[in-house]
T-cell receptor, first 114, second 114 residues
Framework: AQTVTQSQPEMSVQEAETVTLSCTYD???????LFWYKQPPSRQMILVIR??????QNATENRFSVNFQKAAKSFSLKISDSQLGDAAMYFC???????????FGQGTRLTINP | NAGVTQTPKFQVLKTGQSMTLQCAQDMNHNSMYWYRQDPGMGLRLIYY???????DKGEVPNGYNVSRLNKREFSLRLESAAPSQTSVYFC?????????????FGNGTRLTVT
């Protein structure tokens, strides 16, 4: 079974600085998708960024970018110019091609210090 | 622009009581899901429905039943609530016929079983 591991239960960063959240996954599949979701205190789950495994180019969405290392099965999220509104739980998630299910990591709570 | 709507937002039950969590989506998605979120464990899949008329077990189905009433609605029932079912429950939907389709989440139900 596929598993997703986020080894950092909590992270903190100064406002305007850069932070990287780690995610590793275990799979024997070659075609899959990876996602980062953000959950602010409102509890709503918000998609931050997504990556197809067959693409070598790392996905970027404004201040959010990923470092996808397929051989190492690593999918880290980099947040540049951190803002107070970035404070949230961040979840890494995996789904293989054709699968119905999305598998989530344990989450990382990110605090932004003003 | 409702998206995924879950009711209720909060619920307190006594051990042994039953209840149904309701979920409806207006995005014409085929796939719907129920997840539970517990501290340090991320989101774990309870049940999912790939299409109207089908349901399948996820990681943690014990103690729950589901009904895919129609394409829009997917309910989760606790027949005899237990304290171990205290959690935040999320309904989600997805159009998995489209590549990289993310999950769209409801706002969650916080359930406490005493």
């Amino acid at each position: 079974a596929q598993t997703v591991t986020q080894s950092q239960p909590e992270m903190s960063v100064q406002e305007a600085e850069t932070v990287t959240l780690s995610c590793t996954y275990d799979t024997s599949e070659s075609d899959y998708y990876l996602f980062w979701y953000k959950q602010p205190p409102s509890r709503q789950m918000i998609l931050v960024i997504r990556q197809e495994a067959y693409k070598q180019q790392n996905a970027t969405e404004n201040r959010f970018s990923v470092n996808f290392q397929k051989a190492a099965k690593s999918f880290s999220l980099k947040i540049s110019d951190s803002q107070l509104g970035d404070a949230a739980m961040y979840f890494c998630a995996y789904r293989h091609q054709g699968a119905q299910k999305l598998v989530f990591g344990q989450g990382t709570r990110l605090t932004i210090n003003p | 622009n409702a998206g995924v709507t879950q009711t209720p937002k909060f619920q307190v039950l006594k051990t042994g009581q039953s209840m149904t969590l309701q979920c409806a989506q207006d995005m014409n998605h085929n796939s719907m899901y129920w997840y539970r979120q517990d501290p340090g464990m991320g989101l774990r899949l309870i049940y999912y429905s790939a299409s109207e008329g089908t349901t399948d077990k996820g990681e943690v189905p014990n103690g729950y039943n589901v009904s895919r009433l129609n394409k829009r609605e997917f309910s989760l029932r606790l027949e005899s609530a237990a304290p171990s079912q205290t959690s935040v429950y999320f309904c989600a939907s997805s159009a998995l016929d489209r590549v990289l389709s993310p999950l769209h989440f409801g706002n969650g139900t916080r359930l406490t079983v005493t």
